[in-house]
C-alpha cells in the first residue's frame, strides 16, 4: 500500500539562490507525521526567533547540490533494506540531539520525505533505531 505525503514548498527556506530553480528536487513530509515536523522546522524561541530555519537551510544547501555531508545530511550505510534512508541531523538544542529519518527517491529527479523525528541519545544507532530504518527503506509513496 502506497503511504501518502504533502509537499513542502522549499522556496520559502532559500534564500535568494537563484541557481537553484532549476533543480528537480522536491521535499515531502509523510502524512502521518506531517504537523509535528512542520511544526518541528518553523519553532520559535521566546523572542520570536526561528531555531532550526539557519540548519535547515544548510541542510537543503547541502540536498540541492546532490551532495552528502554526515555533519548535516547523511547517508548512513546500515542495511541493503535502508539504501535510501538519509537522516537529516539539527545541533543540539536544549539537551536534545534532533535527527530527522527521511527516504530518498531518485528518478527524474530527486524526491526526499521526511518520515520521523526523534532525539538520538547516543552516538551509535540503536537497533531499535536500525529497525526502523530497515521499515522506512520498504515505504513507497504516492507522490
Do not use: W
Not at 521535499?27 to 507525521?33: A, N, W
Not at 527521511?102 to 541519545?121: A, T, Y
Amino acid at each position: 500500500m502506497l503511504r501518502k505525503c504533502k509537499k513542502l514548498d522549499i522556496s520559502k527556506f532559500i534564500l535568494d539562490n537563484k541557481e537553484f530553480h532549476n533543480i528537480n528536487v522536491e521535499l515531502f513530509i509523510d502524512e502521518t507525521t506531517y504537523n509535528q515536523i512542520l511544526d518541528f522546522l518553523l519553532e520559535v524561541d521566546k523572542n520570536n526567533k526561528p531555531i532550526r530555519i539557519e540548519r535547515f537551510r544548510s541542510i537543503l544547501n547541502e540536498i540541492l547540490n546532490f551532495r552528502y555531508n554526515k555533519d548535516l545530511y547523511d547517508k548512513p550505510k546500515i542495511s541493503k533494506k535502508s539504501i535510501d534512508v538519509t537522516i537529516m541531523k539539527f545541533k543540539r538544542h536544549r539537551g536534545m540531539n534532533y535527527r530527522l529519518l527521511c527516504k530518498e527517491f531518485i528518478s527524474n529527479g530527486k524526491k526526499i520525505v521526511m518520515i520521523i523525528l526523534f532525539d538520538k541519545k547516543t552516538t551509535e544507532i540503536s537497533k531499535k533505531q536500525r529497525a526502523k530504518m530497515d521499515s522506512i527503506g520498504g515505504y513507497e509513496y504516492d507522490f
